[in-house]
């Protein structure tokens, strides 16, 4: 795992190495078996005073090492077959992360517009449960993500946040009135586009999660 001095280095996971129009790249570095976030995952990073929050999108793997010592790599078959003798795989990936807003620190008030940008170098975390709440029933950043539709494969991430979010709500029905709404305001009341994309979240499905 990535060391991040005085962090908590288990939250962290990776650097940002450039940054444009909204869509930040993420060198992942890990050596001990974690995968990367998933598609649709939260994270965020700090510059000086501010928090920026982004949805990873896309990821491609750049290297893997099984980390042999070198006797073992004049032997890799014998070694791989031997399962006391199982190398540790070390993962090289860059992912991409659409940023959707910030929030100055210590207030928590998100906002969509920034005039900053995430810093070169900034450390990259994923979302505790407890921080996805205030992404759960505020959809302002939405808009973003639709704005971005020749970048990011807007739809999909849509589909994939509202499945997320659905497990904060008790009743589907509420809940897919409530995103219905949002939608149609995003998408210029295109009501077809809106009940395709959440009936493909499959919210309504009993054993949604």
Same mark, same amino acid.
């Given at each position: 795992m990535t060391e991040f001095p005085g #962090?908590? %280095?288990e939250q962290y996971f990776g650097f940002i190495s450039r940054y444009h129009d909204h869509v930040a790249w993420i060198d992942m570095d890990s050596g001990s078996h974690r995968p990367p976030p998933a598609f649709g995952t939260f994270v965020k990073c700090e510059a000086e005073d501010e928090i920026f929050y982004g949805i990873i999108f896309n990821g491609k793997i750049k290297d893997i090492d099984l980390c042999l010592s070198p006797s073992d790599r004049e032997q890799s078959p014998s070694v791989l +077959?031997?399962? +006391? @003798? @199982?190398? #540790? $795989? #070390?993962?090289? %990936?860059?992912l991409q992360a659409v940023i959707v807003g910030s929030a100055i620190s210590g207030t928590g008030q998100f906002r969509r517009h920034f005039y900053r940008q995430p810093a070169t170098g900034s450390a990259v975390s994923v979302l505790h449960e407890s921080e996805l709440v205030?992404? %759960?029933s505020d959809f302002s950043y939405f808009r973003t993500v639709i704005s971005l539709r020749y970048a990011v494969p807007a739809e999909e991430l849509l589909i994939n946040l509202i499945r997320k979010f659905s497990v904060f709500f008790?009743?589907?029905?509420?809940? %897919? +009135?409530? $995103?219905?709404k949002e939608l149609n305001k995003l998408f210029d009341d295109d009501h077809t586009l809106t009940g395709q994309i959440i009936l493909r979240s499959g919210i309504y499905s009993k054993n949604r999660g």
């Open positions: #962090r908590q %280095a +077959s031997d399962e +006391s @003798k @199982k190398p #540790r $795989v #070390r993962l090289t %990936a860059e205030r992404f %759960a008790g009743e589907p029905k509420n809940y %897919a +009135s409530h $995103v219905g």
